[in-house]
DNA sequence: GCTCGCTGATACCCGCCGGGTATCAGCGGC
DNA sequence: GCCGCTGATACCCGGCGGGTATCAGCGAGC
């Protein structure tokens, strides 16, 4: 078996949705073709491998060991392509004649550092020379997502909570968090809450955010949507725990609460590691001098 | 103008061969395919992004913005496309039955950290349940190549001379560095000497290292392998710095002196930013702990 | 100034392969 | 037992990736 170690993006892109569907017809469907070529192109993938990616058992599919290595590698290999493909057409938009001005794209989770983004806007609009900046909300956890496929350039990011592995990034920020509380609550009234203080509250238990799409588990609301959380606080129905910066969105019905020993959080600015934009360079030069 | 935004890593490869060599027929060739087909697929993939990638200049091409932005992009991920298809071959064979064990490639620049690799491998040999090691000495500097492309898991890096930008690392150790010169040289008797002394010294230039495929100016003899360069030492044509750990491997004919102003190497452990795998956190796991 | 030579682009043909439809083969369940 | 669901197989077709032959621009040289 003379085993050619050139893998195409389409077969990538049929393995990825086999291998998330555990199924060939939804996985066929999805990607709009047909069960029987895909069918065919995953067993040509495998015997191109060398290596046996599906275990076929009767009633359904499931990943082997390589699968899942390619689950994995084949996802960061799909997003290094798209990101190739996005950022050179936005290159391109860059150096047509008369084309847009250098643009970055930058992602942040949406309401968060309202007010650091505000400085980091104006400072970098000040600027002379200063490439165009468009802000691109994403949900909760995504923007190492948006970063990975190319669909921004650079995105303000919040440890603990997102991870900033093969990013490059600068502190920008540290604050301290709160807890959201509804204002009539017993516990609004007081200075400072501890963590322990706010779990386990009841009829008031606290409000799951998904990671990556899943949800921990426990007795609080899943919340989708910053809104749809604040008119739950409102309405009494649960506390949430965000960064300091969140006072700027709260309602009147909202009390925040220091809470004394909840984690840091740390704003960072973070780009792809390997960029070398002069524009981008220029944005994270006035962030970090902010 | 339809724009799909989806690559095929044909395409990626053949324009990543004509930037390189900035020459339809040259590329072609190197492809192993005629020119003609070439030069339709480049103009395809213009066509699908929407944008021109080369300024096909008279006698010859050019680079436009979007194509040096393609050139770097494209090449991160063929190599994250290479590296998938490796990782998924090699998890292949592990999860064969009767397969071989849990294997790790480690890549090591050759003849570096000799007694600190030593020692990792002699302590991470005694783990009861220790993946098997495989040693990959690379050139001078791609260690981080073999990284992205998935020709190894882990690495020996050292810091300044290879960039961790872009992975997972752990410091493991820290060292000075020395002046390695031809045992007879009068600067071979001091006890100490500082970047100044051994700059400019009238017939012993500095060998130079080339750092990615290009070596530094200088009137120094250019370097491609340690044996070249030890010999060169030993016959009192050149001088070179290098961390303390190359005591290891000088010779008689050497001598080696500290440079107290140097910077000092930091020796790290780096891995692929997202790699999951048991086998590698116990081996770094290892090395920390040394 | 004409030709030569080098560049990349075009024209045209062919064979392979990716995609479709129809159908088969295992197996769990009502 | 049959039905229904799974993925695999068989077969056909059209498009496209690849080849050869050739063209078209232009710089260099005698």
Redesign the interface.
């Known amino acids: 078996m003379e ?1 050619v ?6 077969e ?2 049929y393995f990825v949705a086999v291998a998330e569907e555990l199924h060939f017809g939804r996985a066929a469907e999805r990607l709009g073709i047909a069960q029987p070529p895909l069918s065919r192109a995953i067993q040509q993938l495998e015997r191109r ?5 599906l275990a076929r058992d009767r009633r359904g599919v499931a990943l ?3 699968g ?3 689950l ?3 996802r ?2 799909l ?11 936005r ?6 004649p008369g084309g847009a001005r250098d643009r970055l794209v930058l992602a942040v989770k949406a309401g968060a550092s309202h007010e650091l983004l505000h400085k980091l806007l104006d400072a970098h609009a000040a600027e002379p020379a200063a490439a165009e900046i468009e802000v691109l909300p994403s949900g909760t956890c995504d923007q190492e997502a948006m970063l990975r496929d ?1 669909r921004a350039d650079a995105a303000l990011m919040h440890a603990p909570f997102n991870s900033l ?2 990013f ?1 990034s600068e502190e920008l920020m540290t604050e301290g968090q709160i807890a959201v509380l509804p204002a009539g609550h017993p516990l609004a009234a007081r200075r400072t809450l501890s963590m322990a203080d706010i779990e386990g509250v009841p009829g008031l238990p606290l409000a799951r955010w998904a990671r990556h799409g899943v949800y921990p588990p426990g007795p609080g609301p899943e919340i989708h949507d910053q809104t749809q959380l604040a008119q739950l606080i409102a309405l009494g129905r649960t506390v949430a725990v965000y960064p300091d910066s969140a006072r700027a969105w709260l309602w009147a019905e909202h009390a925040a609460v220091p809470l004394a020993d909840a984690p840091p959080v740390v704003t960072h600015i973070a780009w792809p ?2 960029n ?1 934009s002069l524009a981008l360079a220029a944005l994270v030069r006035t962030a970090t001098s902010l």
Chains 1, 2 share one sequence.
């Open positions: 085993t170690d050139t893998v195409e993006t389409r990538l892109r491998l060398g290596v046996r990616l082997t060991g390589a899942e290595t390619l994995h590698e084949g960061a290999a997003d290094a392509t798209a990101a190739a493909a996005r950022r050179t057409r290159a391109g938009a860059a150096d047509r190319g592995v093969g490059d590691a390997h070398r």
